[in-house]
């Protein structure tokens, strides 16, 4: 896989490809859906930091990966392609979900990417290095108040992604994500089983889903540049009395920024309002008999103007 990823690139290189920012920036997904590699990395936001380590192997088209949660309570997640299984040890429990979309570090890029170019300026930056690796920065400037903008560092031998910095308006670094070890290569596929002891004797949870669903929710005023990906439900726990209630979620994206809509049922208690820790941001508020909650890494603009313009049309 690496020899294909090699020349891949290879050709890329001598297509013109590396001297155009747009299409490099699909090397850097292809990078990180098809390597094989292994490696802990940081998560910044605000004033919390987490640390985790992951390992991905793709194994004739199939991707599997394991993601250690390595601060606070200890969670595992292995995901094999689009099903993702989450390994709860203090309850013994294994959650697990399909049709979900890999778009987490370093596969940051969603399913609209291609069209980043007509909301972002991109161009080349500087050469950094990043967890011992030489790397290169592109940049990614908002064209309009409705993103932030974005540096990524991707390694100049594997166009791996290492770094991603989220950045406002001023060129302030608001949230960021990187490498600080890393393996590219051969893996032992024996990282990829779960760490944990007596996991053949764990409860499994099959997570309610229903994929590519109409709820009759829609944005009427959605930002420029974004789309929605996907249109969820689920069934969860810990609605009063303790009883499972339903869950809508609605994400969308403009290929790099992405925030989702919930709507589950109104109950009492609850409180309306705004929240930001570093580059996210939160709202909450009610909508007839629904509890809304939008949240993402997007201006809070972006979240304003999605809350005001929610409305629900019953589909025929």
């Known amino acids: 896989m690496l020899l294909l990823a090699g020349s891949a690139f290879a050709f890329a290189a001598g297509t013109g490809e590396k001297n155009d920012p747009q299409k490099v920036l699909k090397s850097i997904q292809l990078a990180a859906q098809k390597l094989n590699y292994s490696g802990t990395f940081v998560y910044q936001q605000a004033s919390q930091i987490r640390t985790s380590r992951i390992t991905h192997v793709n194994d004739g088209g199939n991707e599997i990966e394991k993601l250690e949660i390595l ?33 987490s570090f370093p596969a940051l890029l969603t399913q609209n990417a291609q069209a980043l170019a007509e909301i972002y300026h991109i161009r080349k930056g500087e050469s950094a290095r990043v967890a011992g690796l030489d790397c290169q920065t592109y940049l990614l400037d ?9 540096k990524l560092c991707a390694d100049k031998n594997s166009n791996l992604l290492l770094r991603a910095q989220t950045v406002n308006t001023r060129n302030e670094v608001i949230e960021q994500i990187a490498f600080t070890q890393l393996q590219v290569g051969d893996i032992d596929r024996a990282k990829l089983k779960p760490g944990f002891n007596g996991v053949a004797n764990w409860r499994i949870e099959n997570l309610t889903v229903q994929s590519n669903i109409s709820s009759g929710w829609i944005v009427k005023q959605l930002p420029a540049g974004y789309k929605k990906t996907k ?41 309306e309002g705004s929240i930001q820790q570093g580059a996210m941001n939160i709202t909450a508020r009610r909508v007839g008999d629904a509890w809304i909650t939008v949240v993402g890494e997007v201006p809070a603009s972006v979240v304003r103007q999605v809350v005001s313009s929610l409305e629900f049309r019953p589909v025929k």
């Open 142 to 150: 908002p064209k309009d108040g409705f993103r932030y903008g974005y």
């Open 71 to 103: 601060d606070g309570k200890p969670r595992e997640y292995i995901r094999r392609n689009d099903e993702v299984s989450c390994y709860l040890p203090e309850q013994k429990l294994v959650q697990v979900e399909k049709d979900v979309n890999p778009e």
């Open 231 to 271: 249109e969820i439900k689920r069934l969860i726990s810990g609605g009063v009395g303790g009883k499972t209630h339903p869950v809508i979620q609605m994400t969308f994206s403009d290929g790099l920024g992405a925030f989702s809509v919930f709507v589950e049922p109104d109950s009492e208690g609850r409180t």
